[in-house]
């Protein structure tokens, strides 16, 4: 079993930034990827970012990208989501997952954190 705890939600403004954090414990497998998902209401989970264990392999959503930064720390089993330049349409409960595979398919994904609240005011 892999544990995942997100933490750095919060309500910010339009054009405020935003740091989320993913702490991974419990047996991980050793070079798994890590992404980062949301969820509006009434709306799917639709993927944001991933990053594989070295880093050097990293993918974004359209909608973020030049804005959302993922990167990892691998010897604190963490994976941190920077969001800059943020949007009332980035509102969401974001997630974090994990797993053996790069992908940017939900399903593909092993474990999940609860979730944390992006509340972006216009």
């Known amino acids: 079993q892999v544990q995942l705890v997100e933490s750095g939600g919060g309500l910010v403004q339009a054009g405020g930034s935003l740091r989320l954090s993913c702490a991974a414990s419990?047996?991980?497998?050793?070079?798994?990827?890590m992404g980062w998902f949301r969820q509006a209401p009434g709306e799917e989970r639709v993927f944001v970012a991933a990053?594989?264990?070295?880093?050097?392999?990293?993918y974004y959503a359209d909608s973020v990208k030049g804005r959302f930064t993922i990167s990892r720390d691998n010897a604190k089993n963490t994976v941190y989501l920077q969001m800059n330049s943020l949007k009332p349409e980035d509102t969401a409960v974001y997630y974090c997952?994990?797993?053996?595979?790069?992908?940017?398919?939900?399903?593909?994904?092993?474990?999940w954190g609860q979730g944390t609240q992006v509340t972006v005011s216009s």
């Open positions: 997952a994990y797993s053996r595979n790069f992908s940017t398919r939900w399903y593909e994904y092993d474990y």
């Open positions: 990053i594989s264990w070295s880093g050097g392999n990293i």
């Open positions: 419990g047996r991980t497998f050793s070079k798994y990827v």
